[in-house]
């Protein structure tokens, strides 16, 4: 089945420092990735809708700046989180499309950010 | 590592009538949660069960955690347009980093 990996699974950084967080799809390719952010018990909060090879479409409140979205590829999506800060503290989740499928997401198994 | 499975992919059914999907684990899971995602929209959690054998109601969504930790199913009595969406399990292991596991989900449409 579709496989989406993130890297890494758990990260602890300074505050100030940046730190970029990756989503593959193993075995397919996904034309859209989307990038979530989700506290503990709580939904799921879209953050921004990644196209290979377009901008990033944002959802409104989530600073474009702050969080870089690269989709460099058919396979790949990363998010940076620039200058963190410990509110940034939080899990992150991609999800892929299936490119040409029925807007089936896969997800991938989340990162933990903890910024001291 | 890992694996959950959930069925089935897509269900019709006709307003009024009952639906169920259930999510499989491989392994014995620490908890599983439940989400709704309606069309256009993003995962919207709905319930977190944790215990073995429980069973947990919201209005006409019955929720149950098999007694073996491995299995969960979602069940909704008399379905109305407004069930519309896809519905994601997350299973958590009991892993010291409590990976999330999410299932492909289950794509509800409701025929008037």
């Known amino acids: 089945g579709a496989v989406v990996s993130q890297h890494p699974s758990w990260v602890i950084c300074k505050s100030g420092t940046s730190v970029k967080i990756e989503c593959r799809s193993l075995?397919?390719?996904?034309?859209?990735m989307f990038w979530y952010r989700q506290f503990p018990k709580q939904s799921l909060m879209l953050m921004a809708t990644?196209?290979?090879?377009?901008?990033?479409?944002?959802e409104q409140g989530v600073e474009k700046d702050k969080f870089l979205i690269n989709h460099a590829s058919l396979t790949l999506s990363t998010l940076t989180v620039t200058s963190a800060h410990p509110e940034d503290s939080s899990f992150y989740i991609c999800?892929?499309?299936?490119?040409?499928?029925?807007?089936?997401?896969?997800f991938g198994p989340g990162t933990r950010l903890l910024v001291l | 590592g890992q694996q959950v499975m959930q069925i089935p992919q897509y269900q019709h059914v006709q307003e009024g009538e009952d639906f169920t999907t259930y999510c499989n684990s491989s392994?014995?899971?620490?908890?599983i949660q439940w989400y709704k995602q309606r069309p256009g929209g993003h995962p919207v959690f709905l319930i977190q069960?944790?215990?073995?054998?429980e069973v947990k109601k919201q209005k006409r969504l019955t929720f149950q955690f098999g007694e073996a930790k491995k299995n969960s199913s979602l069940h909704i009595t008399a379905t109305q347009t407004t069930d519309v969406g896809t519905y994601f399990c997350?299973?958590?292991?009991?892993?010291?980093?409590?990976?999330?596991?999410f299932g492909t989900g289950t794509k509800l449409q409701v025929i008037p």
């Open positions: 069960l944790v215990k073995s054998g």
């Open positions: 999800s892929a499309e299936l490119a040409g499928g029925l807007e089936t997401q896969y």
């Open positions: 997350a299973a958590s292991d009991s892993g010291g980093y409590q990976k999330v596991t």
């Open positions: 392994t014995t899971l620490s908890n």
């Open positions: 075995d397919f390719q996904a034309t859209t």
């Open positions: 990644s196209n290979e090879g377009s901008k990033a479409t944002y």
